[in-house]
């Protein structure tokens, strides 16, 4: 079973009349299986919180579908198993912070005699035992934070989305934040993270995926999208039918005491130069495949001219 | 049913944390108060005129006796100014009531969608169904509330000032009770199309229309002449039971129609 699943979805805003009609997620095909801790990455306005909002059914799709557990999003009863955990969190801020908690626990109807053992177990988690009676709108943004994460974890759902999670997090805070992931993980726990900090999601997840301009760019695990990345292959001569060739790809061709580096930067190019290689009969004495960060990845991916 | 009891009793909590709110209630109550006293004094002023009046006469016929046509002046007079009372001070109270109620009708679910503290709601397992009908339901008990309160305070009123309540008067609070629910529910519908300021302004504009069956607009939009019992209490009309019902149904059937309305709006409507 999959925890997440999407079908070419989209979503345009100010479709139908409207002229200036902006695409913000597109035909995206989405799968997040469960008991995985998948990263969403991408740039600011590549249709993250939007497809976010779409999994939640606060906002409808332009075309496709979406379904959590293999419901759909628009079942309230699949809410059941979720927990979530907004980007810019807005919390009711007249109760205090144990008050606030035993609110949204009703909600998910965790039953009255668990729940003040429930709210305590998570305020003792997330160190806001002292805060626990203080009103939410003196909360500062770290304690917002972390209260957000608590109501999202109160009825231990099955699968968590998570926006910008630490974005108001100090160090120690995103280090007991991490921490808390990897034993969701071990608990059998899906976790969705929408992030920018990406050291963050390396750190921690089993897949990522890479959105921009609403468009799924790559999807994998980490092994996956650096493997092959960039390769560089050492040749002792390159005859010059092979150079006019090279120089017509985009290639980064090096010679150094008489030795040649041909960086590809990509699995496609990559095959296209062996290939090169082997037509015109050249020895390749060393292949080095670089692995990447999810930096350069990201990077890498973002920055790609588009394919036509 | 119970996260529709959950809802509302949030949207109470959250209503009695607005201090616009507590503001436009007091100052409601407040000025209601003080109408009431002017009429009052203006009655004692009534009282001391027709003293004054009597014992000039007496003092010039040598008598000491209020003659029947006075005295029969005197009594409608007071009767005059006793339902002047009554009306005026249902009149402030149940205009004060519609703001209070355009206010928290019209900002009930457009507040949540603005600072966003509805994604929070609808991320649980709560539905848009549930979600509207809690926040209605909030509204309710704090306008059931302030006309319990009205009454209340009519009845304390009447009680240290010696009025003789009118019988209309009695009724007055339920049906302007009834009259804000309708003016509510056409407050929030429009509310999930337009802003609130917007909103409130349309819905009390157009439940000021003076419209009758079988004037079909009458159904749909909502019609407050006869929810208003100003000009009967001033001129001692009745009103019976019947007629009370008749309202009251006509009321529940167009809050029922308003809130299907809502709902459906509210079921398509983007949250962000």
Known sequence: MTAIRTENLSKTYGHGWNRDATPAVRMLNLEVKEGEIFGFLGPNGAGKTTTIHLLLNLIRPTSGAAYLFDRPVAETEVHRRLGYLPESISLHDYYRGKGLLDFYAALCGVSPDVRPARVAELLKLLNLEDAAGKVVSKYSKGMVQRIGFAQAMLHDPDLLILDEPTASLDPVGRKEFRDILLELKRRGKTVFISSHILSEVESVCDRVAILQNGELKRVGTLQELSAGRSTRFMVKSLPAPLMDALATIAVQVTLVQGQATISCPDEALRQTVEQLLRQHGVEIVRTETETQSLEEIFFATITAPPRL | ?272
Not at chain 2, 29 to 37: E, R
Not at chain 2, 126 to 154: C, N
Not at chain 2, 188 to 206: K, R
């Open chain 2, 1 to 272: 049913m119970k996260t529709i009891f959950l809802i509302a009793t949030d949207s109470i909590r959250a209503l009695l944390h607005q201090r616009l709110l507590l503001g436009l209630m007091l100052a409601s109550l407040a000025l209601t108060i003080f109408f009431s006293i002017t009429m009052s004094s203006a009655r004692k002023n009534i009282t001391k005129s027709f003293t004054d009046d009597q014992m000039a006469t007496n003092s010039f016929m040598g008598t000491n006796q209020m003659s029947e046509v006075d005295r029969r002046k005197f009594r409608e007079s007071m009767e005059n100014a006793s339902t002047t009372i009554q009306a005026m001070f249902y009149q402030v109270a149940s205009f004060g009531g519609s703001i209070v109620a355009l206010f928290i009708f019209s900002t009930a679910v457009a507040s949540e969608i603005r600072k966003g503290t509805i994604r929070l709601t609808l991320s649980k397992p709560v539905s848009r169904t549930q979600f509207l009908l809690g926040k209605y339901l909030g509204g309710v008990v704090v306008m059931a509330a302030f006309a319990l309160l009205a009454s209340l305070a009519i009845l304390l009123f009447a009680q240290t000032q010696n009025l003789e309540l009118s019988p209309v008067i009695k009724w007055a609070p339920w049906l302007m009770f009834c009259r804000q629910l309708m003016l509510g529910s056409l407050a929030m519908l429009l509310s999930l199309f337009m802003h609130p300021i917007i909103a409130s302004v349309l819905a009390f504009v157009a439940g000021n229309g003076f419209y009758s069956p079988p004037n079909p607009l009458y159904f749909v939009l909502p019609s407050y002449k006869d929810f208003n019992v100003f000009f009967q209490v001033l001129q001692g009309s009745l009103l019976n039971l019947k007629d009370v019902a008749c309202l009251s149904l006509y009321a529940a059937d167009f809050v029922a129609i308003m809130l299907l309305f809502a709902l459906w709006r509210f079921r398509t409507k983007e949250l962000v």
